[in-house]
């Protein structure tokens, strides 16, 4: 299960996100951890002014928050590893 922690960096407490499970191809793909990786790509999307480029995908690319590993979801994966 994807799980919220934290942990102490440079003296300040801060939270943490993990996941329990590998997401993509080949992984696990437990619905809370998909569901995190794709709440993470839109999450820096929108708090970027809608700029993926730091993602490596364009704006109409980002995954749909389903919890369900889809197409859409590997690629943006993958384009994220390559960028």
Not at 2 to 22: F, M, Q, R
Not at 48 to 64: C, F, Q, V
């Amino acid at each position: 299960m994807a799980y919220k922690h934290v942990i102490t960096l440079y003296g300040d407490e801060e939270p943490w996100l993990n996941l329990s499970n590998a997401v993509g191809r080949p992984g696990a793909n437990r619905k809370d951890d998909v569901m995190l990786v794709q709440a993470l790509f839109n999450f820096v999307a929108e708090h970027r002014g809608g700029d993926t480029s730091l993602l490596g995908i364009a704006k109409h690319e980002l995954p749909n928050v389903t919890g369900s590993i889809d197409g859409a979801t590997i690629w943006a994966i993958q384009r994220f590893q390559l960028r």
